[in-house]
Every structure is written in C-alpha cells, then in structure tokens.
C-alpha cells in the first residue's frame, strides 16, 4: 500500500466527506493543468456528462504536487475517487498496487479512431498484459531559450550543455540579474523529469536494455552530476532552485529572469496571451547534446493519464466518462484550450490542427513524440521505474550533492544502492 501523511489524511478526508454530503454518483479528481481555462473546460465536461446521464458528477483539480499524496491517504481511507487523472509515469505503480481497474476497452476504442494513438506512449499503461490506464496527451519538453540574449553574447544558440553553460556564463556577465538555466534541484515532479534529460543527454540510463540490470553508477552518469554541480557553483544554475515547485522554471521565464529552461509548451502558451514581446524574443529548441560518443539530445515523454479506481461502485460511469471526454468535439476543444501544453495522442489530429500544423514553434513535435524516451530508459517503463519515479531518488541524489556536500561520485553511488534496494524488495 501506499505510504500516506497523516496531515494529508484529515484534508483528505474532509473533501471525501464533502462530496458524500453533496451525494456526488460519480466523483473524479483532475490533475491541475497549469492553465486555468482547461481546468474550467473539463470541469464543464464533467458537468454535461451528469446532466446527459442524469446524474451528479463532481470534478475536484488537485494540484501535481500533492495529487499522489492525497491519492494515498484516499485509498487508505476507502474513499478514492471513481476515476483519476494522474501522470502517465506513475500508471504502473497504481497498477501493480491493485489499485486500478482495467481499462482495455478504453484504449481499444482509441486505436480504433483514424490514424490511431502514438503507441510508444501505450506500454507505460501495460501491466500484466492490460491497460491500467489511458494516455490523455503527450507532455513534450523542448528547451526555451531568451535569442535576444543569446545574441548579445555573440555566440551562437546552443547545440551542445558544454554550448548552453558558455552562453550562460556570457550572458550572466553581462546581465548579473538573470538566471542562465532554470531548472528545478528541488523534489518537484519536474526536478524527476527534468534532471532524467540532462542525465540521458550524457549518455546516461538507470537501467539496462532488458530492465534486469540497475546501469546508474556510471561515468557518463558522474560527469553529468559534475556539470550540475559546477553550473550551480558558479552561479549559472541559481542557488534558489533547490526550493521551486513544479511551477518555479515557468514563473523565471515568464518574469523574464531565465535564459533557458526545459519544459512543455505552456509557457509558450502563456507567453502568446501575456507578454508577446516575451515571445518575439524567445525560440523553442532541442534539448542540448551531451559529450562524448553516448552523447544525446534527450527528452522525456510523459503524460497525464485517466486511470478508474479498483474501489469505485461506478466502473461503467467512469469509464463512460472517459470516453466522453475522447470524443472528438470534447477533446480537440480542450488541446485547443490548452494553446500546446498538451500535444494530442492522437498523431492524425496533431497533423490536422492548425495550432500544430502551421505553427513554425511546433515544427518538431511530431518528432519528439515519436523519438522521445520513457521513464525506464534503456529499458521498458517498469512498476520499477515508476516506483524510482515516484520516489523521487534522482532528484534527493542531487540535493545530497549541491546542498549536503556529497561528491558526484558519491550521490551516484548512493541513488544506484537506492534503486537496487527497490528491485531487491520486487523480487
């Protein structure tokens, strides 16, 4: 079972009380999308699915960085919602944990559609031969980059981290007041994904091509905790990064006060509400190629997931719902409201949508869908991996190191003894 906090427990339990108060038929929790008109739309969603159904459907936004918090202590609690967002990473988890019902003909119905899903986001939602869950979109994570800075320096837009760091230092020289790379140090879902592309980009990976083996105590691994450890020495990484949330990289940008950050399109979308200017002055680009001959561009593919609970009374509504919510007038209303945060998992809609196809920012994305690289790089996304994921041991091996004083050799080490400790207990 699911560790839980006590202090979550009571709030919790308070919002399960109060949805039995209001005698809620079907109950379903949102992971908060970062952009407060989506949220609203499927919010509505859920409201004319209960009034077609003639039923009451209550929707509650939980914010990401207490979702799998309150998640537990629900469980725990024997009060889970019927059906729940959650990120696509941890789907297995849930699914190994008994928590999650099947949901094959969910995605039977969604491969039906024309064109299909992008079925390297499938095997994430696969455990035991069946799907625990079903991907709702693709998180795709370019770099953000200020060009009217970078050109100040004279040096090119960086293709390479080595690149990145030297156009940070110059531009940092210039403009002591700015942040060269945002990225979170912190135990925000973003540090986890995040610190994976870095780690990759060096050649690194937590495990070997047939998931048996635990491959991160390596010198390619090393020498990117090195990098991470020098930049934040220096001052190109920020020393207040070891306290953002999930939302810490895109608020840096945004005010204006980060050169580059690694993260989805919604601070592109907020940018073409908020701050054209911001925009004119910003170009979207690959993640930066590590050293050496393991050396990559790596992004992370991950995703929010609709999963229904193994203790709900209502398995037909909630999947009823779900299906709702894929159909096609729902759904490409909502990636249309999310302005490119959320990249269809739908490759024939994706191609079709005029938000994707004729936006030169978006040139790449059907290529990083394709490409992009999952939670158990080399090998499959595991219950192993996720577990990793979730326990957040490769941004706590970080923290060891830039704020406790461990060497990179050192906090390599130490997340390598942690995640074989987790394969240990698994078997």
């Known amino acids: 079972m699911i560790k839980f906090k006590t202090t979550l427990m009571a709030s919790v339990l308070a919002l399960c009380a109060a949805t039995a ?40 936004v939980v914010p990401a960085n207490v979702l799998t918090e309150r ?63 079903v991907p709702i979109e693709i998180d795709l994570v370019p770099m953000f980059a200020r060009k009217d800075l970078i050109a100040e320096t004279g040096l090119p837009v960086p293709e390479t981290w080595e690149d990145l760091r030297k156009v940070s230092q110059a531009i940092i020289k210039k403009n002591p007041q700015y942040v060269g790379l945002g990225i979170p140090l912190s135990n925000a879902n973003d540090a986890e994904s995040q610190l994976r592309m870095l780690f990759w980009s060096f050649g690194g990976a937590m495990f070997s091509e047939d998931s048996k083996s635990v491959t991160w105590n390596s010198p390619e691994t090393v020498a990117a ?20 949330d999930d939302g810490g990289n895109n608020t840096a940008y945004q005010t204006g ?110 290529k990083l ?18 577990q990793v994921y979730t326990a957040k041991i490769l941004s706590s091996s970080v923290q060891q190191m830039i704020v406790d004083g461990k060497s990179p050799q050192d906090a390599a080490a130490w997340a390598q003894a942690e995640v074989e400790k987790l394969a240990s207990a698994k078997k």
Request: aromatic share 12%.
């Open 71 to 133: 998640l537990a202590s629900a469980f725990e609690g024997k009060a889970a919602p019927d059906a729940f967002m959650q990120l696509g990473q941890n789907s297995q988890y849930y699914a190994q944990s008994g928590l999650t019902k099947p949901v094959d003909d969910i995605l039977a119905s969604m491969r039906a559609r024309d064109g299909g899903v992008y079925e390297n986001m499938v095997p994430q939602a696969i455990y035991e031969g069946h799907a625990h869950s």
């Open 21 to 60: 108060a209001n005698a809620a038929d079907l109950t379903v929790w949102g992971l908060q999308a970062f952009n407060k008109d989506a949220d609203a739309l499927i919010g509505q969603m859920a409201k004319d699915f209960g009034k077609a159904k003639g039923i009451d459907v209550q929707y509650v």
């Open 225 to 244: 905790y090195q990098f991470i450890k020098d930049m934040y020495e220096e001052g190109t990484i920020t020393r207040n990064v070891v306290t953002w």
């Open 369 to 386: 869908a394709t490409d992009g690289l999952t939670i158990g790089f080399k090998g499959a996304p595991t219950p192993l991996a996720s």
């Open 257 to 366: 006060r980060a050169a580059f950050i690694m993260n989805p399109p919604s601070v592109y979308s907020w940018m073409v509400e908020n701050d054209k200017k911001l925009l004119e002055n910003s170009v979207l680009i690959n993640i930066p190629k590590g050293p050496g001959e393991k050396g990559r561009s790596a992004t992370l593919l991950g995703s929010f997931s609709w999963l229904v609970s193994s203790q709900t009374k209502q398995e037909a509504l909630a999947k009823e719902w779900i299906q709702y919510f894929f159909q096609s007038e729902n759904y490409e209303k909502l990636i249309q409201t999310t302005g490119g945060r959320w990249y269809p998992i739908f490759p024939a809609l994706a191609k079709s949508m005029p938000l994707f196809k004729d936006n030169p920012s978006f040139a790449n994305f059907d």
